[in-house]
């Protein structure tokens, strides 16, 4: 195919893409899946065994706190991992991201409990959440910017979406793998044992994933002098990494939904009296509408451009959060389901499934992986913390009505300050990706845009039905040249 601009792209290249896009689909489902096994497990299982039965409340908010440990830990894991990725590469990050979270994972399924070896085992329970969220803090950043930089112009936020599919899958798996451990299990069986199932599947998960990460192919030139040091992406884009930092509070939405919302819903003491099993199936069923319309706001925002989307997904899911939660303290499953499924399988994929385009867009090439990794893991740090700050002001024995006005205002609140953030960036959909991070360069103009972009479209659906008719590839044994 002939180039226009240099925008056009080769069979070759979208090979490059196609299989930057599967490693980071796989991989982030990987890593996700061992990221929020966590998550569903501090809510359900950890109080009560990793911390003393004596103090529920402190226990509840202490294995939350753990929950969040692993988030202060994705920022220290981002200047680490984000500099090695503009230095060492995109592709070896990625694979030690991996080999990091899924060995912390699987030592994290076999550490004995509070009954057995006393206050070593909340410090286990920490150390080993800090390995994870470091690791994971190399993950988003380092696939989205593998995948925007061998994707041509146009289908960049499409593509790099499959990677919040991927972690999407991820906690789907997460959430599913638990409901008939809860349900087959007594309750004694599932807190002794069965909780650990899933953190010890994590070492077969991990086969798939490291088999796509190993066929990518690294998309940083390997003569490439311009690198600048940490303090340099600060001199050169504190702005970029400060709107960045505010956009990604938007966490701030699951965080309210399966993380306080988990524990609001099934501790007794709350009084809501959900069982772990009905609870579950929100993340479940809120994970799967979310893979399905990722792809469709993706395209949205290739079509329309990024910052519609997040700005809309921001401020309507941050409102509807009220609702969310005296659904949840009605205690009716249906009615706090079918609200989850608008707010946060709906609504907040205004934002979940663009910033993997966007933030990465924001930023010129050597600073990239390093800028993208900072902000987004340092909001979405704060984010989650905030589970600890909501038990704090609303623990057990508040009421309802005080629940839902407090934790509701203070989530729309932070969901306004991403609305807003996103407002003062700038627009990147139409950029060329030489200009990415170049405040005063000029979008394509819009015509040649879409000229463009159906050119490439046609492209990559070229590619995949040649893909779908290719016969299988035979390993033949072939005789050396003689």
């Known amino acids: 195919m002939a180039e226009r601009d240099g925008l056009a792209w080769e069979s070759s290249n979208q090979e490059a893409g196609r299989k930057a896009a599967l490693s980071g689909a796989l991989g982030s489902m990987l890593e996700f899946y061992d990221f929020f096994i966590y998550t569903q497990a501090a809510a359900l299982v950890f109080p009560t065994v990793f911390f003393p039965a004596d103090n529920r409340t402190l226990a509840i908010a202490a294995s939350l706190g753990t929950y969040g440990v692993g988030y202060v830990a994705r920022p220290v894991g981002a200047f680490v991992l984000g500099a090695i990725g503009d230095r060492a590469g995109r592709r070896f990050t990625l694979i030690l991201t991996m080999s990091l979270m899924s060995v912390s994972t699987f030592i994290l399924g076999l550490l004995p409990g509070y009954a057995q070896i006393g206050a070593a085992a909340p410090i286990l329970l920490v150390a080993c959440r800090l390995v994870q969220g470091f690791a994971v803090a190399g993950e988003i950043s380092g696939s989205s910017t593998l995948i925007i930089e061998q994707t041509p112009v146009g289908i960049r936020g499409r593509r790099a979406s499959v990677i919040l599919q991927g972690t999407q899958f991820g906690q789907i798996i997460a959430a599913l793998i638990f409901i008939p451990l809860s349900a087959v299990l007594s309750t004694r069986d599932f807190q002794a044992w069965g909780w650990r199932l899933p953190f010890l599947l994590s070492a077969v998960l991990a086969a798939a994933g490291f088999t796509a990460r190993l066929a990518t192919i690294e998309s940083k030139p390997k003569d490439s002098k311009d690198i600048a040091t940490i303090r340099e992406v600060f001199r050169t884009t504190p702005g970029t990494v400060a709107r960045v ?122 600073t990239r992986v390093t800028g993208t990794a900072i902000g987004q893991n340092i909001g979405t740090a704060a984010s989650s913390l905030m589970a600890m700050v909501f038990v704090a002001l609303c623990p057990p024995g508040t009421s309802s009505t005080a629940i839902v006005l407090v934790v509701g205002s203070l989530t729309l609140a932070i969901t306004a300050v991403s609305a807003a953030a996103a407002w003062l960036s700038p627009e990147t959909f139409r950029m060329r990706p030489s200009d990415f991070g170049d405040p005063h360069a000029s979008a394509i103009p819009e015509e040649e845009y879409r000229t463009i972009r159906d050119e490439n479209l046609r492209s990559a659906s070229k590619a995949r039905r040649m893909r779908k008719n290719a016969p299988p590839n035979h390993t033949r044994m072939q005789r050396k040249p003689q």
């Open 245 to 366: 930092f505010l956009m990604a509070l938007m966490n701030i939405i699951p965080v309210t939904t399966t993380v306080f919302g988990a524990t609001l819903a099934t501790q007794e003491s709350y009084g809501v009296g959900w069982s772990a099993r009905d609870y579950l199936w929100i993340p479940v069923l809120g994970n799967v509408a979310a893979v399905a319309v990722i792809p469709f706001a993706a395209n949205l925002s290739d079509r329309f451009g990024r910052r519609p989307l997040m700005i809309w997904g921001s401020l309507t899911s941050g409102l509807l959060s009220f609702a969310y939660l005296w659904a949840v303290t009605t205690g009716s499953t249906w009615l706090a389901l079918a609200v989850s499924l608008i707010m946060w399988g709906s609504l907040f994929q205004g934002y979940n499934a663009v910033f993997p385009s966007y933030f990465p867009e924001l930023f010129p090439a050597s």
